[in-house]
């Protein structure tokens, strides 16, 4: 005798009535998890970018340029009161990601005596640093003083103040790109009026 057993499977389309109160929920969860992750890495990101703020400020690593050339030299205007010229050797002019333009100033007396050095200006900070004074054969002699030093604009010889505020700085930032500043220096086009302490 054979007995045959037949396995009644329902037709999934009539449970649908009753699931799609609980497919309704499950997919109203999942789009709330989903809004709930993407909500927190954002906030994660907008953490970071204030955590970059919180940062301490890192100077860049230099690298020393090459000797000023004549022709490359480009005087610029530090006021009446200036007992010495100055002038930049527009070809050594960088502005580094730390926020510190660098250039090679060379500064004469009225006697002709005359004076090479390479040096950074922070625009954030309004500070300087000496790195290195230039040989007359060409090469560098590093500054023993290579700390970052406050800078006037009341001193006779302010050519510090003159640079940041005239060709370098546009309030606490760095005024465009190593050629932008050139051009101001070459054109004798300062950014403000660097006459006013």
């Not at 970018?49 to 480009?74: G, H, R, T, Y």
Request: with cysteine; net charge neutral.
């Amino acid at each position: 005798m054979k007995i045959s057993m037949a396995v009644i499977i329902p037709f999934a389309g009539s449970f649908a009535p009753a699931l799609r109160p609980v497919l309704a929920r499950l997919a109203q969860a999942s789009l709330l998890a989903l809004l709930v992750t993407a909500a927190a890495q954002a906030q994660s990101k907008f953490e970071e970018d204030f955590d970059d703020l919180d940062k301490p400020w890192q100077e860049i690593a230099i690298q020393l340029p090459a000797a000023p050339k004549l022709e490359n030299l480009v005087e610029f205007d530090v006021g009446e009161r200036a007992t010495m010229t100055f002038a930049v050797d527009v070809n050594s002019i960088s502005a580094g990601d730390d926020g510190v333009v660098r250039y090679t100033l060379v500064s004469r007396s009225p006697s002709g005596a005359e004076n090479i050095s390479y040096e950074g200006i922070r625009c954030e900070t309004r500070e300087r640093k000496l790195y290195a004074f230039g040989r007359k054969d060409g090469s560098w002699s590093r500054s023993r003083r290579d700390q970052w030093e406050m800078f006037t604009g009341t001193v006779a010889n302010r050519q510090h103040a003159a640079l940041a505020r005239g060709y370098f700085c546009s309030s606490k930032s760095v005024e465009g790109d190593a050629k932008d500043m050139a051009r101001r220096l070459r054109d004798k086009r300062p950014l403000m009026d660097v006459m006013v302490p």
